[in-house]
Each structure stands twice: as C-alpha cells, then as structure tokens.
Nanobody, 114 residues
Framework: QVQLVETGGGLVQAGGSLRLSCVVS????????MAWYRQAPGKQRDLVAS???????NYADSVRGRFTISRINVKNTVYLQMNSLKPEDTAVYYC????????WGQGTQVTVSS
C-alpha cells in the first residue's frame, strides 16, 4: 500500500520561507511525475508544482519564481521550497503523482500571517 507523508508546514510571517517534504513508501516514485497540491478552506485542491522523473518542472502562475519543487528518487522524497510566502499561500499542502493516483495523505498545514 502506497503512503504519502507530508511534513514541514507551520506558521510563518509573510515574506518567510518553508521547506516541505513528502516521503513516499510502498512504491518507487522514480517513474512518476510528482506534484504538490494545496487546498485552502472552502476551495478546491489545486496543483501548485510538478516535476518529471527527469527533473523538468512546471509551476502554477501564482507561485512561479517563489516556489521550487525538487526530488531525490533514491530517497523516494519530493520537496517544495517556498520563499517569499504570502498570506494567500495559506493552505494544506499535499503531494501525489501528477494524476493523483495514490490515496491522499494527511497533508501539512501552511499558515502565512500578514
């Protein structure tokens, strides 16, 4: 059974930084395009960033230039470095494949105060 465990969230002031981690167990993520998503209260879950197995990345317009997705396949881990955080980045952050094929983890809460 595949498990996704996201960590690294917290409370930070606007302009601050956080680094999220996602450890995948039960499978190897080496063959998948992985992604980070976020869901704010009352809103749908949106894709924030994705990274192919070869390291090509793509970002939502709202985070491009501020967030960086990376992966270490041998560690089955995906990261999201978030800089210059804004209050509108407040959400629960999740990782999954680009198609969301695995059961969702608990996510990690990111709260940005103004």
């Amino acid at each position: 059974q595949v498990q996704l465990v996201e960590t690294g969230g917290g409370l930070v002031q606007a302009g601050g930084s956080l680094r999220l981690s996602c450890v995948v167990s039960g499978t190897t993520l080496a063959f998948n395009t992985m992604a980070w998503y976020r869901q704010a209260p009352g809103k749908q879950r949106d894709l924030v960033a994705s990274i192919t197995r070869s390291g090509n990345t793509n970002y939502a317009d709202s985070v491009r230039g501020r967030f960086t997705i990376s992966r270490i396949n041998v560690k089955n881990t995906v990261y999201l470095q978030m800089n210059s955080l804004k209050p509108e980045d407040t959400a629960v952050y999740y990782c999954n494949t680009e198609m969301g094929i695995y059961s969702w983890g608990q996510g990690t809460q990111v709260t940005v105060s103004s």
